[in-house]
């Protein structure tokens, strides 16, 4: 079998049939000789098992024939212990400990192997430290031989989280998972086949990675046998349809001879609540709690930073289905295996940093409170509501979109793909088993490799620019198209024509046009993310006033929001609107002690984005009983609900240092303040 590298590279160019080594370089990290290293041992496997070899030619790259799902299918069948790596072994050590009723010996690990003793030895030792990050030990007792020693809350989370981390990660591992059940004589696939039949029959939804992600667990810890219901006082399962799905479940593994005790029923419950999606249809008794919070967050995003959904009762379905999860995961204290946490606060940090604003302070029972991991994963659901596009479909080509890891990440791509191919016709994101590939699309975009007739393109959820050029290319070539011109580009055939005409006396301009055409859907460019402006550009000294008397709050924000008048930023129309939204939402615009962020939505009358500083001679009171007296009020005029994130997040971080209200209350130039917010906003964007 090829090793975890030599499948990097393998699925790379079956994704993308007509890349270079360069693409290669670039995707991977590794250099030219490592890849070309990699390529001799994929074509010798390729050879060995009847397939053709990918062909290299220095002018038209690589070239690769055979189909993949045949490909795939073999990939799936092999299975040997010779080659597992060292991580592997000792995921297989870690597991048989976990599962072993009989003393284990190093005779027992070596024969388990098939490794020297030194191996094993040295796969023990650096097991240990691994196992230091959960607190836990690998001992050896003459009488027990080697065990995992330490709490058996750490033991689970640990084995929970490994699981997990190589399901998403590299799944072709879950193979080390399979050979410890297979040599403790563990029929898994039946237990799986039972779990997966009650999951069907009772319509819990889990993705791929999800369902895969319990099954195991399930199965690791009911031969374990120890005590697993970890439920915190507050948390009363039975009368939950989970807890039902929970009880089927264990009822018919009793029957097929498993060790279950009514532990058992209450641990499935709880993973069945943190792996699977939330439907607002199957309620339980904490639903109407989750979504009095959902739609606190909606309205904390709304009335205190600007940012309004097109549509909470639809927002609040997709939400709901992985904030119910994301609950009950914390509440449990499961694991969450996030690998795209950093692509998603670099990409959506500003997102990011407002709803670690808004989630940060919430407490849940018990005292737990939301990591970065999980309000990353959130984020991605807030990004694709507050960014949705209404691009119709004109195409018939239509495509689907599998991503094993869920629809989190799917609609990432989805996203991205909708963007770069407009003309298509996307279906709705889903898991493998939820959709007929062969029969209702014409191509299919993956995270993975999967086994199709139909063209399949390997996408990353965050696609750099060069990615997404080649994918275009890949992708108009496989459907025939060899011209492609993006349709918001501004490039016009008669715009080329008049510009070739006017320089030239080519009589060929027609053929000249078409080639130019053909070259820029070559290197064609795909714009990112619109780019957000810096607090620094949208408020200058003339939209800044210190000491200023005021009546009262409404007097506030009337002369505060002045100076946007002036500027024609927003219509006097639009400051009625900040009093009127203040007067139903009052304290959730003063965001933190003493500052007010009037604001209102962007039909009201903002003609342009922009901010206004206003420090108060007397501070007045908002309503807020937390945060009152107001003396700093910044008027916002957001034109949509996307452009004024990074500015707003700049704010918020500026509202935490001493130094910038120290300045606000000693200073009398307004160009000092403007000075000291871009001096800040170097030091964040080195952070």
């Not at 498993?258 to 639903?287: R, T, W």
């Not at 009127?580 to 039909?603: D, F, M, Q, W």
């Not at 209200?661 to 030091?683: F, N, T």
Request: aromatic share 10%.
């Amino acid at each position: 079998m090829l090793e975890q590298r030599s499948l990097t590279i393998l699925e790379f160019i079956m994704g993308n049939p007509s890349c270079t080594i360069k693409d290669v370089q670039l995707k991977t990290s590794l250099s030219r000789r490592q890849i070309m290293y990699d390529l001799e041992k994929i074509n010798y496997w390729l050879k060995k098992n009847n397939f053709e070899e990918i062909k290299y030619c220095r002018k038209n790259g690589l070239k690769m024939t055979e189909t993949p799902s045949n490909v795939v299918s073999k990939l799936a069948q092999e299975k040997s212990i010779s080659n597992y790596n060292e991580q592997d072994r000792r995921l297989i050590i870690f597991f048989y400990l976990l599962i072993s009723k009989e003393e284990v010996s190093l005779y027992h690990l070596t024969d388990l192997l098939r490794v020297s003793r030194g191996t094993v030895h040295e796969d023990l030792k650096k097991l240990v430290k691994e196992l230091q990050l959960y607190d836990l030990q690998i001992t050896y007792k003459r009488i027990q031989g080697y065990f995992i020693d330490g709490k058996e809350a750490n033991i689970r989370y640990a084995a929970m989280y490994l699981i997990g981390n190589i399901i998403i990660h590299h799944k072709q591992r879950t193979i080390s998972l399979d050979y410890v059940l297979e040599q403790s004589g563990i029929p898994y696939k039946q237990i799986f086949h039972v779990i997966r039949k009650h999951f069907e029959r009772q319509e819990i939804i889990c993705s791929d990675n999800g369902l895969l992600e319990v099954m195991y667990i399930i199965i690791f810890f009911m031969i374990r046998e120890q005590d697993v219901d970890n439920r915190p006082d507050h948390v009363k399962l039975t009368s939950m349809p989970e807890y039902q799905v929970a009880r089927l479940i264990t009822e018919d593994l009793l029957n097929l001879g498993y060790p279950i005790s009514s532990c058992h029923v209450n641990f499935i419950a709880s993973l069945i609540l943190s792996y699977s999606f939330g439907q607002a249809d199957m309620k339980n008794e904490n639903f109407y709690m989750l979504k009095d919070f959902v739609y606190k967050i909606f309205y904390k995003l709304e009335v205190t930073y600007g940012i309004a959904l097109p549509n909470k009762k639809e927002a609040f379905q997709q939400i709901y289905a992985h904030f119910k999860p994301a609950y009950y995961r914390i509440i449990f204290n499961y694991p969450i295996v996030n690998p795209l946490k950093d692509k998603i606060k670099a990409k959506y940090s500003s997102l990011f940093k407002i709803l670690k604003e808004i989630f940060y302070p919430i407490s849940l029972p018990g005292g737990s409170r939301f990591s970065d991991n999980e309000i990353a994963y959130l984020t991605i659901h807030f990004a694709t509501l507050i960014k949705h596009t209404n691009v119709q479909s004109t195409s018939k080509v239509k495509a689907a979109i599998v991503c094993p890891n869920g629809t989190g990440i799917s609609l990432i791509i989805y996203k991205e793909l909708k963007g770069i191919f407009p003309e298509v016709e996307f279906l709705k994101p889903t898991s493998i088993d939820q959709l007929s590939i062969n029969g209702e699309v014409d191509v299919v975009f993956s995270t993975k490799l999967i086994q199709t007739s139909k063209p399949l393109f390997i996408v990353s959820p965050m696609m750099t620019n060069l990615e997404k050029a080649n994918l275009i290319k890949s992708f108009y070539k496989s459907i025939g198209n060899s011209v492609y011109i993006h349709p918001n580009s501004n490039i016009s055939e008669k715009d080329l024509l008049y510009i070739v005409n006017k320089y030239t006396n080519n009589q060929n301009a027609k053929k000249l046009v078409n080639e130019l055409k053909k070259l820029l859907a070559e290197v064609i460019y795909i714009d990112g993310e619109r780019r957000h402006p810096m607090l620094s550009e949208i408020i200058n000294k003339d939209l800044i006033q210190l000491k200023v008397q005021v009546k009262d709050w409404k007097d506030a924000i009337k002369k505060s929001s002045r100076p946007l008048v002036e500027q024609n930023i927003v219509t006097t129309n639009y400051v009625n609107a900040m009093v009127a939204s203040a007067e139903e939402n009052g304290p959730y615009i003063v965001i933190t002690k003493h500052v007010a962020l009037p604001h209102a939505r962007p039909e009201a009358g903002a003609n342009k984005i922009g901010i206004s500083l206003t420090t108060l001679k007397t501070p007045v009171s908002f309503g807020n009983k937390d945060n009152d007296p107001v003396k700093y009020v910044f008027c916002l005029s957001a034109v949509d609900s996307i452009t004024h994130l990074k500015a707003i997040t700049e704010l918020v971080e500026l509202l935490e240092s001493k130094d910038f209200y120290d300045l606000l209350e000693s200073s009398s130039s307004k160009e000092e303040i403007i000075d000291y917010i871009k001096k800040s906003e170097v030091e964040m964007s080195n952070k």
